[in-house]
């Protein structure tokens, strides 16, 4: 009878030097802070206080200058004069150590790939091996039979003393198409990304370092343009995310759409889609140089803009996906009817969430047929 077996339980030691147990807690808050050094700073004097994180030995005074050695922060925290001069900042390098964390924390720890070439579902006439064998059909070519397999087959089939090779025992290898991807990533920075007590940008600029360092790492022959709208809409430079704030904004959908489609338009990648990451409803326009606002209910002439440049990007084959972090019934039906209009896809999800169905589509939308 198959039973358990128990034994003593030993708890794993941790090695991490006093460096790297403060380092991790300060890159976090950095990301929270939207990278203000000199608050990540006093938050984390605040926890040292608290929960006794540094003893004599190894204070935070010695944390900061270590970080300063390796090149990660600049300048001494709280030694600025208010108005940005001689303040603390991150370096570059600080920047790319937040997204790869990001990566890591969101899509778990990924190893670097091959190429990083998109593969879509299609066989045949493909660029690279899939390392699977099919039998040989009229119409394959001929340069992907596998000799190897085919002559095997036929000894298998007709002997080795009356050795013949028929079609019927010759095998192709099995090739698939690459490309290469566009995505536009457009982030909702409205202000009720932080609305009721709930900060919902930090997961949003999470995920959005995690995906810009998982094609940089994996698909670096991809796009990836990110764009935030609030009562306008407008790109950033990827090393600018970690300093990503809300702002006193309603949400002009339409504006974000209408910037991502001409950013897609230029592109020359076969395979072009939109992510949009959004926490409410569209509430804005603009109208020539005056806006045009509704924050009660869903407005018809809002909505209906949206719904036509949703149906024009399923014209120019760009599917939108929404990943939706807001519950209210209403909106979810905006939600609904907008991704019919496009043919695309939609998800409902907790910010705990988020990242994995953000991962799992972009993995999805990468294979798609090229033929």
Known sequence: MQGHKFSKYFAEKDNKTPFEKLFDLFMELLTYTSG?????????RQLDQEHKLTD?????????????KKGIIEGEPGKGNGKGKGKAKMTSKAEQIIRKRSLDQVFGKLKKGGKGDHKSKSSGKGDESTSERKAFEFGDPFEHISMTDSIRNAQINNGIDDFQLTEQDLEVEEYEHKSSSSTVLMIDISHSMILYGEDRITPAKKVAMA?????RMKYPKDTLDVIVFGNDAWPIKIKDLPYLTVGPYHTNTVAGLELAMDILRRKKTPNKQIFMITDGKPSCLKEGNEYYKNSFGLDPKIVGKCHNLARQCRKAKIPITTFMIAQDPY???FVEDFTEANQGKAFYTSLQGL???VFEDYEKNRRRNLR
Do not use: C, M, P
Request: net charge negative; charged share 40%; no cysteine.
């Open 36 to 44: 203000d050094v000199d608050e990540s700073v006093d938050w984390l």
């Open 56 to 68: 004599e030995d190894y204070t935070i005074d010695d944390f900061l200058e270590d970080l300063r």
């Open 211 to 215: 995906l810009a360092e998982l094609i």
């Open 331 to 333: 909106l979810q039906k």
């Open 355 to 357: 990242g994995n169905f």
